[in-house]
Structures are given as C-alpha cells and as structure tokens.
C-alpha cells in the first residue's frame, strides 16, 4: 500500500459516494489510474464495501446495549448455532465471539427500556444454552469511521 492507496481510502471512508473523477483529480492521477487502484484495494480485500451511517434514532431504535453472553456447554456446534441464531434477531447489531470469562458481546439497539426488557426477557432467556447474560445500556458511541494501516512495531525503533 502506497501514498496513492492510503489517499483512496482515506477520501472514500470522508464520502464513499466521492465519484471516481472526483477522486483522481483530489489525488492528481488519472481517473483510469484511480479506477484500477480502487479495484485492485477491492479484489484485496481492503475495501469490503460501501455502507450509508444510519441514525438509529431516526428508525426507532435510539436505545443501545451490549449484552455479555457465556453459554453452556461451550462447544463449537453450541457456539456456531448461538451466533447464527442471534445474528439474525432484529435487534442485533453486531455479534462478537470472544475469549475470557464471557463467550459473546450483543450489541443491540431497541425503541426504549421496556422493548430492551423484552428482547432479554423473550429472545435471550428462551434460549437453553445460555448460562448467564449482563446488560450494559450505552449513553454515549465514539466511532473511529476514519482508518489508517498502523506503523509496524519492528520498524518504528529504526
């Protein structure tokens, strides 16, 4: 990855809807050069899409949690099964599988308290392999949209 690359992808997470002319003549290269450099950072898999920020408020769902997870047995068919069943309830952002004390972390966005209530309640306790859950309202997300690649440790003595 180079200055050209690192310029790409640093104006498209600005705005992903930056047309590829508008890129080129920011970066001062040739549009079928910046056309060939976005392809080439998607067949890589740097750049995995384009996704429009949603105002989660604006859909209903203005109340955030995270929801610490451990089931029981811990099994990769048990792991497996639960992450694929929560990840498609509709109030399930994001699932993270984790080591240490607890298994998963939900992020989950509901209308108010008592739909929250509900979701734990009627979705995760009906559910046989979960041994305990904590609940963690969230008041405030900082959200680092903006990504650069990380110098490398080996290099950053010389």
């Given amino acids: 990855m180079d200055e050209i690359d690192a310029g790409i992808i640093r104006l498209l997470q600005a705005d992903a809807r930056r047309s590829n002319r508008e890129l080129a003549r920011t970066l001062g290269i040739a549009p079928s050069t910046c056309l060939e450099r976005v392809r080439a950072l998607t067949r890589r898999g740097v750049i995995r899409g384009y996704h429009a920020d949603i105002d989660l408020g604006a859909l209903n769902r203005g109340l955030q949690a995270l929801v610490s997870v451990q089931v029981r047995p811990l099994s990769r068919t048990v792991i497996e099964t639960f992450k694929t069943t929560v990840s498609g309830f509709p109030e399930v952002?994001?699932?993270?599988?984790?080591?240490?004390?607890?298994?998963?972390l939900l992020h989950v966005a509901v209308q108010d308290l008592e739909h929250l209530h509900a979701f734990l309640l009627d979705r995760l306790t009906s559910r046989r392999e979960i041994a305990t859950f904590r609940t963690s309202m969230i008041f405030e997300r900082v959200h680092n949209t903006k990504l650069s690649r990380l110098p490398d440790p080996a290099s950053a003595g010389a």
């Fill in 93 to 104: 952002l994001s699932v993270f599988v984790l080591s240490g004390g607890d298994d998963f």
